[in-house]
Nanobody, 121 residues
Framework: QVQLVESGGGLVQAGGSLRLSCAASGRIFSINAMGWYRQAPGKQRDVVATITNSGSTHYADSVKGRFTISRDNAKNTVYLQMNSLKPEDTAVYYC???????????????WGQGTQVTVSS
């Protein structure tokens, strides 16, 4: 009933920038927190940044000062602006959102399909 579709990944040189987008669609009643997570090969999926529906943000220490999360509630979309990228930022990035769908009573956790970000040295 709900889909998260990510875009904006790719290959970039160290020091470069990328902007990820994630749009939620479907029978959405409301969206609470949204966020970005990443998973490098052989590692667990870790939080990168999260944002509440009122705009409060949280960042992993490794990306503070380089990444910025934002959202457009009218478009049900969350963004991740990534600057000063480093090779260690290479991973599959996943969008996450806690969504209550129309006609439902509870919030559920949804994930996007993932988008690859590769930073070359």
């Amino acid at each position: 009933q709900v889909q998260l579709v990510e875009s904006g990944g790719g290959l970039v040189q160290a020091g470069g920038s990328l902007r990820l987008s994630c749009a939620a669609s479907g029978r959405i009643f409301s969206i609470n927190a949204m966020g970005w997570y990443r998973q490098a090969p052989g590692k667990q999926r870790d939080v990168v940044a999260t944002i509440t529906n009122s705009g409060s943000t949280h960042y992993a220490d490794s990306v503070k000062g380089r990444f910025t999360i934002s959202r457009d509630n009218a478009k049900n979309t969350v963004y991740l602006q990534m600057n000063s990228l480093k090779p260690e930022d290479t991973a599959v990035y996943y969008c996450n959102a806690r969504i209550r769908f129309t006609g439902g009573l509870y919030e559920y956790n949804y994930w996007g399909q993932g988008t690859q970000v590769t930073v070359s040295s």
